[in-house]
Structure formats: structure tokens, C-alpha cells
């Protein structure tokens, strides 16, 4: 990573943004219109706002209590199929704020159970998309690294049971997959790689035990985070 600084001076920046947002809002909180000066402060639990945009209900928590949102669940409201005079809620997506700086780092989607379906992250909290979660059962299934712009898929890695089984690869950014990692019991074993642009391999390299790990020209990890988020995100 070439901009390793800006995270660090977008943190710095964005606490001080942060305390005179805080500074310049006190006593004239618009969001609730309930809060005055000193009220809540002092409670040891985050403050709650609730209000509705369209059909959905909005929950803000601000669990740093500096008077802006760090996470945001949204809610659709419908009626119990058990009793039709009975109206429940469920959630149907969660933003979180990870730096506190306003701009949302992971917007996770549920579905009609409550579980995590997809969830959109910023790793390096730089306001761009780094990686697009996809889970099956609640188990990280699938996931997407985004190029540069945030939209382009360099990578997709696969999972099974929560464990990395195979990556692909698109090295020179012409949208089609060029190389493949094959692992097990998530040691990289053996890589493909497609060397004419016909989406076949033509060329296979054995990284398994018999191998020298760690060596050689071939290099697998190119410009990806490598960290791997939330495999098991809660269900609300
Ligand atoms: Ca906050
Ligand atoms: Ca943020
Ligand atoms: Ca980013
Ligand atoms: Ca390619």
C-alpha cells in the first residue's frame, strides 16, 4: 500500500472533526430534539434515536457518545404470520461507523431470517469499498476484493465451512480470472495460471508440502487485504 499514512491522518482528522462537532452541537441536538446539555452523558449505555425513513425504522446508536451515529440498523415492520393483529420488526440492514468519523466503513444486508446475507467493507477506512462479503447460513461463503474504484472484482476468494478453499485472480485488470489458488485446510496447495487470456489454465505450479513454501518468482498475494472480517457476523 502506497497511502499507508492516510488512514492514520484521516483518524487524527477525523477526531478532531469529531470533538468540535460535539463542541459546536451541544445544546442544540437536532436529531433527537430531546438531549440538553449534560443529559445522557453520563449514562453507561449508548444513546438511542429512533426515527423512520419510508417504510423503515431507524435505530441510531451512538456508542462513543460524541452525539453522531457509530451504528445504524434499519427495520422493516410486518405482520406476524402467526397473528395479522400483531406487527413485528426485523432487521434488514446494519451500517457501522468503525473510526467515527460519519462516513459508514460496513453496511450489512439480512434477510427475511435476520441473517447476514452480504455485507460491504472498508478496510482501510478511506471511504472506498475494499471488499464485498457474501455469506451462506451466517458462514463466510464468498468474497469479492474490490480494485481501486471500489466496483472491480481483483479477487474472489471462496469458502466452505468458514475456510478458504480457492482464490481467483485477475492480475492485469482486463475483468476475466487468470489465476487460481487452490488450498487446503487453507494452505495455499497448488496455483493455475492462464497465460493467453482464454480463461484456461495453461500453466499449474505445486505449492504443497512437497514444495519449498515461500519461494520461487510466483507470487500469489497481489495489492489484497488480506485480513479476513467478521467471518461470523451477529444476527442483528
Ligand atoms: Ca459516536
Ligand atoms: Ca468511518
Ligand atoms: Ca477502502
Ligand atoms: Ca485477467
Known amino acids: 500500500m502506497t497511502d499507508r499514512h492516510r488512514p492514520q491522518t484521516r483518524l487524527a482528522t477525523a477526531a478532531v472533526l469529531a470533538l468540535s462537532l460535539a463542541g459546536l452541537t451541544a445544546g442544540c441536538a437536532s436529531d433527537s430534539g430531546?438531549?440538553?446539555?449534560?443529559?445522557?452523558?453520563?449514562?453507561d449505555k449508548p444513546r438511542v434515536t429512533t426515527s423512520k425513513e419510508g417504510d423503515l425504522v431507524v435505530k441510531r446508536f451512538d456508542l462513543d457518545k460524541n452525539g453522531q451515529a457509530d451504528v445504524i440498523k434499519y427495520f422493516e415492520r410486518f405482520k406476524s404470520p402467526d397473528n395479522p393483529d400483531v406487527t413485528k420488526e426485523r432487521i434488514v440492514r446494519k451500517e457501522i461507523d468503525l473510526n467515527g468519523d460519519g462516513t459508514v466503513d460496513i453496511t450489512r444486508y439480512y434477510d427475511d431470517e435476520?441473517?447476514?446475507q452480504r455485507e460491504t467493507v472498508d478496510l482501510n477506512l478511506d471511504g472506498t469499498i475494499d471488499a464485498t462479503n457474501y455469506?451462506?447460513?451466517g458462514k463466510l461463503a464468498r468474497k469479492e476484493v474490490h480494485g481501486k474504484d471500489g466496483e472491480s472484482v481483483i479477487a474472489t476468494r471462496f469458502y466452505i465451512g468458514g475456510k478458504l478453499q480457492r482464490v481467483e485472480r485477475d492480475r492485469n485488470d482486463d475483468g476475466k480470472v487468470d489465476l487460481w489458488e487452490y488450498y487446503e485446510n487453507?494452505?495455499?496447495q497448488r496455483i493455475g495460471r492462464d497465460l493467453n487470456g482464454d480463461q484456461k489454465i495453461d500453466r499449474w505450479i505445486n505449492r504443497g508440502p512437497e514444495s519449498t513454501p515461500n519461494t520461487g518468482s510466483e507470487r500469489p498475494t497481489v495489492g489484497e487485504p488480506d485480513s479476513e472480517p467478521s467471518p461470523e457476523p451477529d444476527s442483528g
Do not use: H, Q
Open 34 to 43: 430531546s438531549t440538553s446539555p449534560g443529559e445522557d452523558i453520563t449514562m
Open 114 to 116: 435476520g441473517t447476514a
Open 135 to 137: 455469506y451462506d447460513n
Open 186 to 188: 487453507e494452505n495455499l
